[in-house]
């Protein structure tokens, strides 16, 4: 059967914003987070502090009324974290609730150490090691796969914040300094002068991820960068100033958010659908971890995989068999061994014991 268009009417409603606020040190860029806590139009609020080490100081503002999330430091716990607020936020979004509050402070000590993991990893290469043996103060290099990788970390975050059905705010650092070329070096106008630009200490992209963008300055009033709406325009190159600036103006009067905002509609775009279950395929340990996700693959008529997809994870669960039943490497696995010939003989019984437990051809055995 042909695929049927699935679609459906605008609703014109206004969704709830993800803000950057950005800017230098000590410019208030915290203080204005979690003031905005304090509002009788927002809810249930939650504060991730990633080394700025603020927030309980903060929460002596009158009338703030946040909770800091608790994580051990490590990138998966605070992702965690991050996505167990968003389900809260979506229970709360059902019932009909004021909406909850999420705030990352802040994504420069994030992108610092998604960058430490990278560099930690290109340290390990087989190649940069001799490298180091050498001259232990040699230049690693990152190979693009260690950056896509620390990326996808990043977007896993953003993406969480993207979709939070909620007001999300992330903080980071921003200040003035010298454009570099592609070589690295300065580059400068044509009065040789060395020309200026301003840099967000974050993951390169992460102006075009959010829907609002607010950089903050000690010495001048806040500027608005950009914002994602209907009612106003702000130019490129031309931010509009905010002399009287707090989140709850920015999103209640500026962006015209209200109680009947709705959360973005964002679903990850994935290459297909078999991601889930492929981490159920990684997550198996053993032969019965194997025919488990087999046998729930089988049985479950919700899948919504494609055929090729459902081809695939069956693949993969043959696969991971095949490679916990692979013999350890030993003194005794010379070729025609005894010892070869035993085990050869108890992988083959087991594929066997494999194909009638799933029904199929035996799952073939180790290399």
């Given at each position: ?9 605008p ?117 940069n090691r ?14 693009r ?65 959010v ?30 100033p ?96 005894d ?29």
């Open positions: 059967m042909p695929p049927k268009i699935k679609s459906r009417k609703t014109g409603i206004i969704p709830f914003p993800f803000i950057l606020l950005e800017g230098e040190e000590g410019a208030g860029k915290s203080y204005s987070a979690i003031e905005f806590t304090k509002s009788e139009q927002v809810g249930q609020s939650y504060v991730v502090d990633l080394s700025e080490g603020s927030a309980d100081e903060y929460g002596a503002i009158p009338g703030a009324r946040f909770e800091i999330i608790d994580h051990d430091g490590n990138y998966l716990d605070i992702a965690d974290q991050i996505e167990a607020v968003r389900e809260e936020a979506r229970r709360v979004a059902a019932a009909g609730e004021p909406p909850v509050v999420l705030i990352v402070d802040s994504g420069t000590a994030m992108w610092r150490m998604l960058s430490g993991w990278a560099h930690e990893r290109a340290r390990r290469s087989n190649s001799r490298k180091l043996r050498e001259d232990p103060d040699a230049k690693i290099d990152v190979t796969n260690l950056w896509n990788d620390s990326t996808d970390r990043w977007y896993r975050i953003i993406h969480a914040m993207q979709s939070f059905p909620g007001i999300a705010i992330m903080l980071a650092r921003g200040k003035e300094v010298s454009a570099t070329g592609e070589d690295g070096q300065p580059l400068l106008d044509d009065r040789r002068r060395v020309v200026r630009e301003w840099r967000v200490g974050a993951q390169k992209d992460v102006g075009f991820d829907t609002a963008w607010v950089r903050m300055r000690r010495d001048k009033d806040p500027e608005l960068i950009k914002a994602r709406t209907l009612l106003f325009r702000v130019e490129s190159g031309s931010p509009k905010l002399p009287d600036f707090s989140i709850e103006r920015l999103v209640f009067g500026m962006l015209g958010c209200s109680t009947a905002s709705q959360p973005r509609q964002m679903p990850v775009l994935v290459g297909d659908r078999t991601g889930p279950w492929m981490k159920k395929v990684d997550a198996a340990t053993s032969r019965e971890g194997c025919l488990a996700v087999w046998h729930e693959l089988d049985a479950r008529a919700d899948t919504g995989l494609s055929e090729i997809e459902w081809n695939t994870v069956r693949g993969a669960v043959k696969a991971r068999a095949a490679e916990l039943a692979a013999p350890k490497d030993g003194i005794d696995d010379v070729p025609d061994s010892a070869a010939r035993l085990r050869a003989a108890a992988e083959d019984q087991q594929a066997e014991a494999d194909a009638e437990a799933m029904g199929t051809e035996p799952m073939p055995a180790a290399a």
